[in-house]
Nanobody, 115 residues
């Protein structure tokens, strides 16, 4: 059974930092490109960063230079370091494989940016 547990979100001031973590299980994690997604109120879920099996990364323009994605293949973990956070980063953040055959998602972790 595919499962994702995201945590590390919270209330943060503009300009602040957060580190999100995701525990993944139930699939061949080491062979998958992993991504962090977010869904803001009233918007569709979008991919903001992904990381390949060898560590290559890609970022959406909206987070480039501010967010850093990383992974630990020994622990089946994915991380998202968020710096210089902006109000538009407010969303529920999820992790998942970028290419997948399942519809499962975790519960996500809420990031709220407010002064």
């Amino acid at each position: 059974q595919v499962d994702f547990v995201e945590y590390g979100g919270g209330l943060v001031q503009p300009g602040g930092s957060l580190t999100l973590s995701c525990e993944a299980s139930g699939f061949d994690f080491n062979k998958r490109i992993m991504g962090w997604y977010r869904q803001a109120p009233g918007k569709e879920r979008e991919l903001v960063a992904d990381i390949g099996t060898a560590g290559g990364t890609r970022y959406d323009d909206s987070v480039k230079g501010r967010f850093t994605i990383s992974r630990d293949n020994d622990k089946n973990m994915v991380y998202l370091q968020m710096n210089s956070i902006k109000s538009e980063d407010t969303a529920v953040y999820y992790c998942n494989a970028v290419i997948r055959t399942w519809r499962d998602w975790g519960q996500g972790t809420q990031v709220t940016v407010s002064s």
